[in-house]
């Protein structure tokens, strides 16, 4: 099933780069923006974004977390040690010490610094969140695409999902080693005045 969901996506990718461009197409992600008013041709960087990181579980019944915030600039860190730190809504949340570094348009998370194999924990949701935050000339994300050369882990379509101001990553139920790697571009766009 995993494979069929990796070729579809793959197959649809062309066409989802296509929907960028303005020309409906219709194959985007669970979470799909579609009613953002957002001018595709105006796809910007992630400079100067406001970006807050959680670590979410849906594993117990509360959905306090503390984040992370930071500004995006060249080569911004959020080191395995901050991750690990994060207060997560349960105290039970799986911390490996992950790191999450954006690069331009890319959210990179990194295991190469976890002491030990292991797997998070099976359920609705176990794992990250960035949050864009609101501020009058924020970008919205119109797109997030696993890069599937780069990534290691076992992740399916549905695992990556995304709205106008936030990314969610779901490790639930997979493994990870000091190998495993997380690659996902991400578009965002001004939103456009002009009334449709």
């Not at 669970?30 to 594993?59: C, F, K, N, Q, W």
Request: glycine share 8%; proline share 5%; with cysteine.
């Amino acid at each position: 099933m995993k494979k069929n969901a990796h070729a579809m996506l793959r197959a649809c990718s062309s066409l989802v780069f296509v929907s960028v461009l303005g020309l409906p197409a219709g194959c985007l992600y669970m979470g799909d923006p579609g009613h953002v008013e957002a001018d595709p041709s105006a796809v910007v960087g992630m400079e100067g974004v406001r970006l807050e990181l959680i670590r979410h579980s849906t594993g117990c019944g509360t959905s306090e977390s503390e984040g992370l915030i930071v500004e995006v600039g060249p080569w911004v860190e959020y080191s395995a040690d901050a991750v690990s730190a994060l207060k997560a809504n349960c105290e039970r949340a799986l911390h490996p010490g992950v790191e999450v570094h954006v690069d331009g348009n890319a959210v990179v998370f990194d295991f190469s610094n976890v002491a030990a194999p292991g797997r998070f924990p099976a359920g609705e949701f176990e794992g990250y969140i960035l949050d864009i935050l609101r501020t009058a000339d924020a970008p919205v994300l119109i797109l997030a695409l696993v890069d599937w050369k780069m990534t290691t882990m076992d992740l399916i379509p549905d695992d990556v999902t995304y709205d106008q101001d936030r990314l969610a990553v779901n490790l639930a139920g997979l493994s990870f080693d000091s190998n495993s790697f997380i690659r996902l571009e991400l578009y965002l766009a001004e939103v456009s005045s002009d009334p449709m």
